[in-house]
């Protein structure tokens, strides 16, 4: 019976050995795995940090844009107000001229002469003026076109 004894004991002895080794290498695979968490984790905390950047300079930009266009859609509003005030001040403008056109259109009788004179002067200055104009070119052409030739006196 001590034999039993002895062989149950040293077979108690290599399962408690076989079980620390099993120990000792899942221990092993378990720093090796975590390690490898702690790895992956720092990569994965360094691409969302970079994302988390990326996203934060987007916003700002988004940001930017958005201030950008409340800007423009301001100067937009100014720039109705002021085709409004260009369309009062263009009917004003409009009722006006059509005003002056119905005085110039039917004058007082005393007005109706002195415009018809006054239209008269105008055209007879502007004929002459105009008559003028037209000799001064064709004096200045043909003499520019003969500068060096001699005038001849007529012949006795």
Same mark, same amino acid.
């Given at each position: 019976?001590?034999?039993?004894?002895?062989?149950?004991?040293?077979?108690?002895?290599?399962?408690?050995?076989?079980?620390?080794?099993?120990?000792?290498?899942?221990? @092993?695979?378990?720093?090796?795995?975590?390690?490898?968490?702690?790895?992956?984790?720092?990569?994965?905390?360094?691409?969302?940090?970079?994302?988390?950047?990326?996203?934060?300079?987007?916003?700002?930009?988004?940001?930017?844009?958005?201030?950008?266009?409340?800007?423009?859609?301001?100067?937009?509003?100014?720039?109705?107000?002021?085709?409004?005030?260009?369309?009062?001040t263009?009917?004003?403008?409009?009722?006006?001229?059509?005003?002056?056109?119905? @005085?110039?259109?039917?004058?007082?009788?005393?007005?109706?002469?002195?415009?018809?004179?006054?239209?008269?002067?105008?055209?007879?200055?502007?004929?002459?003026?105009?008559g003028?104009? @037209?000799?001064?070119?064709?004096?200045?052409s043909?003499?520019?076109?003969?500068?060096?030739?001699? @005038?001849?006196?007529?012949?006795?």
């Amino acid at each position: 019976m001590n034999f039993f004894l002895y062989a149950s004991a040293g077979i108690a002895a290599l399962a408690l050995i076989l079980i620390a080794i099993v120990l000792f290498i899942a221990y @092993k695979n378990v720093k090796l795995t975590m390690s490898n968490v702690q790895e992956t984790v720092s990569r994965v905390e360094g691409k969302v940090n970079s994302v988390t950047d990326q996203a934060n300079h987007l916003l700002e930009k988004t940001n930017k844009i958005a201030d950008d266009a409340d800007e423009k859609l301001q100067s937009f509003d100014q720039l109705v107000k002021s085709a409004k005030d260009l369309e009062q001040t263009t009917q004003y403008l409009d009722s006006s001229f059509q005003n002056i056109a119905l @005085k110039v259109e039917n004058p007082p009788e005393k007005q109706r002469k002195v415009m018809e004179q006054a239209s008269v002067v105008t055209e007879t200055i502007a004929r002459i003026y105009y008559g003028f104009k @037209k000799e001064k070119p064709k004096q200045h052409s043909s003499y520019e076109q003969r500068p060096n030739e001699l @005038k001849e006196l007529p012949k006795p």
